[in-house]
């Protein structure tokens, strides 16, 4: 029996080491087949770009056509009184339906799937340039192209100098622009600004690195295209939105964004009907996602209530994702409402809740309505800067002074954050403020939309309690705002 037992566990043994074998074995030829077809894929992929970029700078050497440019518009120096407005003490209110609102019209955008770009190695001894990106250091292989240059912009030369960018040369450069677009979570704006950034780093800020940069964008799916002035390329971009500050053309029903502010608009430009038929993604201006940027923090600074000294935070920002917002083109004001919070920005509003822990969202709301309106000193835009400059919520603990458009998005950003409340912006033409939708009904002045009752709550209206809009403002009709994610 003894003997027996022994001759079983030896057999246990030897067959636990012949299975282990067999499995590491079968592990790495299933690894082995996987990495193949992953080759295989990528080369496919590869191959069918290249074949399509072909067929696309044969279409570049046509005659393209010309279509006129429309100057671009600044966005609008709001005439914002130079003080805040302060309700008087005891000052006599009677609550008020306001005026019909008019609903802000968004036009629907249905976005293709992203490209699914193939990870693509630079080759051994591809020499290297450095890329800063507000903070971040980014290594790219610096495109052999050895000699490249557009000897002129004629639609064959363009197109030939379309070939040789789309050749594979460039494959590991837009692989490696994906993937740190991705490592810092940018937006659709920031991938048009590192492109940018990478493409002049590759070949200086001419003609060429403009053909590059374009070339880098509609490799991953954007709408991006050439137009020619005189000696001049430049690129043009479709948007979500209105970009102000911008000329504009309209190609195939699309509005195209000039980013060369060199060209104003009036007179006309050449450029072609067709995309590349891989890009059909519209940069789209919203921040959906928190921006990953290298940290440079800045001194942390402390917002006080005056009325309630409990509700107070103090938040250390980074300023190169003050930097980024600096530099981001102007938009509607819903794209500063929406966008999403840098880490720091979203823990220091966070500390806000065991200070609400146990309150009505009535009571709630009035503290977080006091703290907006007495927390922050006040200066128009034009005062500050001397243009209109929305501010994104992180941009609000930096900048020393904000106005009614600023703070409006600050209280819409706490209220949904800490209550979990629908809220919007009424935007009037001298002002906006914003407006609750609350749980239970709430006595004061209020719009109604879609079924639902909002009760204005002004951050700019010092001291005024929730309810209570300006007087100048009870019988003015708004342009409502709504907020994605209500």
């Excluded at 407005?85 to 992203?114: W, Y």
């Excluded at 891989?278 to 919203?286: M, N, P």
């Amino acid at each position: 029996m003894k003997c027996f037992c022994i001759w079983a566990i030896t057999a246990v043994i030897s067959f636990s080491a012949y299975s282990q074998s067999d499995f590491d074995r079968y592990s790495r030829e299933q690894k082995n087949d996987f990495e193949n077809y992953k080759k295989e894929r990528q080369s496919d992929f590869l191959s069918y770009r290249k074949k399509r970029n072909a067929e696309f700078a044969d279409y570049l050497a046509k005659r393209w056509e010309y279509f006129d440019v429309v100057a671009g518009r600044k966005k609008p120096l709001r005439p914002e009184p130079p003080a805040p407005i302060v309700k008087k003490v005891n000052e006599p209110t009677s609550p008020v339906r306001l005026p019909d609102v008019q609903i802000e019209e968004i036009p629907p955008v249905v976005q293709p799937k992203p490209v699914d770009y193939p990870v693509v190695l630079p080759l051994p001894g591809q020499p290297q340039a450095e890329v800063e990106f507000y903070g971040m250091r980014c290594t790219i292989p610096s495109v052999a192209l050895q000699g490249f240059e557009l000897l002129g912009l004629k639609e064959e030369q363009i197109a030939r100098a379309w070939k040789r960018i789309s050749s594979g040369e460039c494959d590991a450069l837009v692989s490696c622009c994906n993937r740190y677009s991705r490592q810092m979570n940018l937006c659709d704006w920031g991938y048009v600004e590192l492109s940018g950034r990478m493409a002049r780093a590759c070949l200086s800020s001419g003609n060429e690195a403009v053909l590059l940069q374009t070339y880098l964008l509609t490799q991953l799916g954007y709408d991006a295209r050439l137009l020619r002035r005189g000696n001049t390329l430049t690129m043009m971009i479709p948007c979500s939105g209105t970009l102000y500050g911008y000329a504009s053309l309209n190609v195939a029903g699309r509005t195209y964004y000039v980013l060369d502010k060199t060209i104003a608009g009036g007179g006309k430009v050449e450029t072609y009907r067709k995309n590349f038929s891989e890009a059909d993604r519209v940069i789209d201006l919203s921040i959906r996602r928190e921006l990953n940027f290298a940290e440079r923090p800045v001194t942390e600074k402390r917002f006080v209530s005056k009325r309630y000294p409990d509700m107070e935070i103090c938040v250390t920002t980074n300023e190169n994702l003050i930097d980024f917002y600096a530099a981001y083109p102007h938009c509607e004001n819903r794209v500063y409402a929406q966008a999403a919070l840098s880490g720091t920005a979203k823990k220091a509003i966070e500390s806000f809740r065991p200070k609400l822990a146990g309150k009505d969202e009535i009571e709630a709301a009035g503290l977080l309505l006091n703290f907006v309106q007495t927390a922050f000193e006040y200066k128009t835009d034009g005062d500050q800067f001397g243009y209109e400059k929305p501010f994104f919520v992180d941009e609000l603990f930096y900048y020393p002074y904000s106005d009614c458009e600023d703070r409006a998005v600050l209280y819409a950003c706490l209220v949904r954050e800490l209550l979990g409340l629908e809220v919007v912006l009424l935007d009037y033409p001298r002002h906006i403020a914003t407006a609750v939708c609350f749980g239970r009904p709430v006595e004061g002045d209020y719009v109604e939309l879609n079924g639902k009752r909002y009760v204005v709550c002004d951050p700019t209206y010092i001291n005024a309690s929730i309810g209570q809009s300006m007087p100048m403002y009870k019988q003015e009709r708004a342009t409502v705002i709504v907020i994605a994610g209500n």
